[in-house]
Protein backbone atom coordinates (compact mmCIF):
# COMPACT_ATOMS: atom_id res chain seq x y z
CA UNK A 1 0.00 0.00 0.00
CA UNK A 2 3.33 1.75 0.98
CA UNK A 3 4.14 2.36 -2.76
CA UNK A 4 0.63 2.76 -4.51
CA UNK A 5 0.42 5.86 -2.49
CA UNK A 6 4.11 6.91 -3.01
CA UNK A 7 3.34 6.63 -6.50
CA UNK A 8 -0.02 8.26 -6.93
CA UNK A 9 1.52 11.50 -5.32
CA UNK A 10 4.36 11.25 -8.14
CA UNK A 11 2.01 11.02 -10.48
CA UNK A 12 1.85 7.14 -11.64
CA UNK A 13 -0.33 4.25 -10.92
CA UNK A 14 1.26 0.80 -9.87
CA UNK A 15 -0.68 -1.97 -10.74
CA UNK A 16 -0.68 -5.81 -9.06
CA UNK A 17 -1.46 -8.89 -11.25
CA UNK A 18 -1.32 -12.40 -10.24
CA UNK A 19 0.51 -14.43 -13.23
CA UNK A 20 0.89 -18.36 -13.88
CA UNK A 21 4.40 -19.72 -13.27
CA UNK A 22 4.34 -22.07 -15.88
CA UNK A 23 7.57 -24.03 -15.20
CA UNK A 24 6.70 -23.88 -11.48
CA UNK A 25 2.98 -24.74 -11.75
CA UNK A 26 2.25 -22.27 -9.52
CA UNK A 27 0.43 -18.55 -9.45
CA UNK A 28 2.03 -15.40 -7.86
CA UNK A 29 1.48 -11.70 -7.68
CA UNK A 30 3.62 -9.26 -9.58
CA UNK A 31 3.52 -5.57 -9.24
CA UNK A 32 3.84 -3.17 -12.57
CA UNK A 33 4.99 0.22 -13.20
CA UNK A 34 5.02 2.25 -16.35
CA UNK A 35 7.35 5.56 -15.57
CA UNK A 36 8.06 8.04 -18.56
CA UNK A 37 8.82 5.30 -21.35
CA UNK A 38 10.26 2.62 -18.78
CA UNK A 39 8.27 -0.11 -17.07
CA UNK A 40 9.67 -1.46 -13.94
CA UNK A 41 8.39 -4.54 -12.08
CA UNK A 42 8.95 -6.35 -8.59
CA UNK A 43 7.66 -8.86 -6.48
CA UNK A 44 5.89 -7.37 -3.47
CA UNK A 45 7.06 -9.98 -0.96
CA UNK A 46 10.98 -8.51 -1.73
CA UNK A 47 10.24 -5.13 -3.13
CA UNK A 48 13.36 -4.81 -5.34
CA UNK A 49 12.04 -3.07 -8.07
CA UNK A 50 13.68 -3.92 -11.60
CA UNK A 51 13.67 -2.77 -15.45
CA UNK A 52 11.11 -4.66 -17.58
CA UNK A 53 11.26 -2.43 -21.03
CA UNK A 54 13.00 0.95 -21.75
CA UNK A 55 12.65 3.74 -24.27
CA UNK A 56 9.36 2.41 -25.40
CA UNK A 57 8.10 4.81 -27.93
CA UNK A 58 5.20 7.25 -27.08
CA UNK A 59 2.94 8.63 -29.57
Given at each position: ?????????????VSAC???????????????????????YWFP?DGIV??????????
Amino acid sequence: MAIQQAAMEDGYLVSACISWGHATGYSYVICEAMVGTTVYYWFPQDGIVKIYMADIPVD
